[in-house]
């Protein structure tokens, strides 16, 4: 099964992002549902049974922190740009992350190079109008979602239909 690990983001502030995902609807870009908008802590990907007891083990609780959703980004870079999303900042996140790669690295799960805390809005298959997206990009770059506070992370099956993915909560920590 294929599965992820997420901090999930409060109701009002998916309502705000999806009418703001507006800005983004172009030909070529996927858009992120509104119910599957989360910041993905680790792509865990195939896991079988097994594995999957091991993960179900862990302790991978976290203390409650604030988050702030904020600026817009592109990976891989902004000249050649798959993924827009949105910042989560807060100074303890990258930490609270590299933690948890370690016990999964543990389990056998490659570490991560780096990691930069984000929520994906959309992604892009092909653009007709680069220098559009772009400056949609620069114009947006300072939004602001506010903060909140994250007392969780969960661990998501995700199933890959025709229509997008569908995410069911394994466990929560």
């Known amino acids: 099964m294929r599965l992820f690990l ?17 800005q983004f609807k172009m ?14 802590v680790k792509f865990l990907g195939e ?3 097994e594995k999957l007891k091991e993960i179900l083990n862990l302790d991978l609780s976290i203390q ?3 988050i702030k959703l904020k600026y817009i980004g592109t990976f891989p870079n ?18 609270i992350f590299k ?17 930069v805390p984000h929520l994906t809005i959309g992604r892009v298959k092909f653009i007709d109008n680069k220098k559009k997206l772009k400056d949609r990009i620069e114009k947006y770059k300072d939004v602001d979602f ?12 995700s199933t890959l239909t025709p229509n997008g993915p569908i995410y069911e909560v394994i466990k929560e920590w």
């Open 27 to 40: 030909k070529g870009i996927k858009l992120v549902e509104k119910e599957n908008l989360h910041i993905t």
């Open 78 to 95: 902004s000249n050649y740009i798959r993924v827009i999303w949105i910042g989560a900042y807060n100074n303890n996140l990258v930490e």
């Open 64 to 66: 409650p922190i604030k």
């Open 6 to 22: 997420a901090i999930d983001i409060p109701e009002n502030i998916k309502e705000e992002i999806a009418k703001f995902q507006e």
């Open 47 to 49: 896991v079988d049974e």
């Open 146 to 157: 506010g903060e909140f506070e994250a007392k969780h992370i969960k661990l998501y099956k």
């Open 99 to 115: 933690e948890i790669d370690e016990k999964l690295s543990n389990l056998g799960f490659k570490k991560e190079r780096e990691y």
